[in-house]
């Protein structure tokens, strides 16, 4: 087992993985040219300087880092004279501090990467949404080291991981911990979204409403079948993958603090944890709301304007409210949802051999079965999440968080053949 781990880019995380099967751990500055795939806010605020010491840190310790440039969309700046000098000038900075690899999910930066600094590894990420054969044998002939494949599609298709691996001879790296919905419909749109939030030129200023976490996160709340459909690798399943010739695997999260994700590299190691699954896979396990709120309004004052009709419209206060109920989702004594680990073992060995994307679910029953096995949802908790969403959902759609007044058109005015008055 190799672990790609995410750093919080505290020492004392580098220093406690002594013993563990980590190879390297990933991360990047809050924001950079390029930008990644987690917006500025949900990260701290590091310098270089303090970047620097972490990878000596890493490399003293025989660990690796992994830097990413994994932005899906670079808002075709990558083509202008402004662009390709700041890319040459992140790249020359990576290869000063003698980062080891960089991540990738935008086939140009994968050519120009091997083109001029040849010296580094290079990683696919998950943003390239690698699932098929084809893909995985284009991105291996354009000179990729390693790709991580798309955990929304192939997680749980041992048919098509089979094929992949027989097809390329590059490493091949699974995300492990990821709470997705299945095939999830919003993941695009996702992905563009949270590139742009963390990119230092951009007019977001690294702070997005995120429309599809709170989309997603409604969605497993009003059926818990969706924590089981989702596209997580248990630690106790982590052997299966290993018959299938899959032996990299990567750790989430880059914002956790350092005993949650010692908690989860400790869980695949020994490949067991007995407890919550949310603990593992919840992106905000362990957060602490007010370091959340302080980093979204360092954001929202880069873009006063927006920022201030948030706040007189109330939506910074119902986001606020929200983000601390968010908060107990998968913490404290009473969490708001246990989904049982122990109840699903089994879970993978008895799966459908068919595929998920060529079956119905309401058919199958599977998933359903196991969510009323293992999958626990407080009520109370359930109804103060949707009061407090309410407001946040309604004011997305009419305008209203940014201080527009907007008149719902009549049904009359949408027909076909209607003129404007």
């Not at 079948?225 to 989430?252: M, Q």
């Amino acid at each position: 087992m190799h672990l790609s781990v995410a750093t919080n880019f505290d020492d004392e995380l580098i220093r406690r993985l002594e013993g563990y099967p980590v190879a390297e751990v990933f991360g990047k500055l809050p924001c950079d040219f390029v930008g990644g795939g987690r917006p500025s806010y949900l990260l701290s605020p590091i310098s270089r300087r303090r970047f620097q010491r972490h990878v000596d840190l890493a490399r003293s310790f025989g660990i690796g880092f992994n830097y990413l440039l994994n932005a899906a969309c670079l808002d075709n700046l990558e083509f202008t004279r402004r662009g390709q000098r700041a890319i040459e000038r992140i790249l020359r900075w990576l290869a000063d501090s003698q980062v080891t690899s960089i991540t990738v999910s935008v086939p140009y930066l994968l050519e120009l990467i091997k083109q001029r600094f040849p010296d580094f590894e290079v990683k696919v990420g998950v943003f390239a949404r690698v699932a098929t054969v084809q893909q995985a044998k284009f991105w291996e002939g354009f000179g990729a080291d390693c790709l991580t494949l798309d955990p929304l599609v192939v997680n749980r298709d041992f048919k098509t991981l089979a094929a992949i691996r027989a097809s390329v001879r590059c490493r091949l790296q699974l995300l492990a911990n990821s709470d997705c919905l299945l095939y999830c419909p919003l993941a695009g749109y996702h992905m563009v979204g949270l590139s742009h939030a963390s990119q230092r030129h951009h007019r977001s200023g690294g702070v997005a409403l995120d429309y599809c976490f709170l989309t997603c996160t409604a969605a497993k709340l009003d059926d818990p079948v969706h924590y089981i459909r989702s596209n997580w690798i248990r630690p106790e399943d982590v052997a299966c993958y290993e018959r299938a010739g899959y032996t990299h695997f990567k750790i989430l999260e880059r914002g956790a603090p350092t005993d949650v994700m010692l908690r989860r590299i400790r869980a695949y190691a020994e490949r067991r944890y007995d407890g919550n699954l949310l603990d593992l896979i919840d992106p905000l396990a362990g957060r602490r709301t007010e370091e959340l709120q302080r980093n979204v309004a360092r954001g929202l004052l880069r873009r006063w304007h927006d920022g201030w009709n948030l706040l007189r419209s109330g939506g910074w206060a119902a986001l606020r409210r929200l983000a601390d109920i968010r908060s107990e989702l998968a913490t404290g004594e009473r969490p708001g949802v246990c989904v049982d680990n122990r109840k699903l073992d089994g879970f993978l060995e008895g799966f459908p051999a068919a595929t998920c994307g060529s079956r119905d679910c309401a058919l199958c029953g599977y998933c359903q079965a196991w969510a009323e096995r293992a999958v626990t949802i407080d009520p109370h908790y359930r109804a103060r999440y949707a009061e407090a969403e309410r407001p946040l959902r309604e004011g997305l759609r009419d305008g209203s968080l940014w201080g527009l007044s907007v008149t719902r058109a009549s049904r009359s005015d949408h027909v076909a053949g209607a003129r404007p008055r």
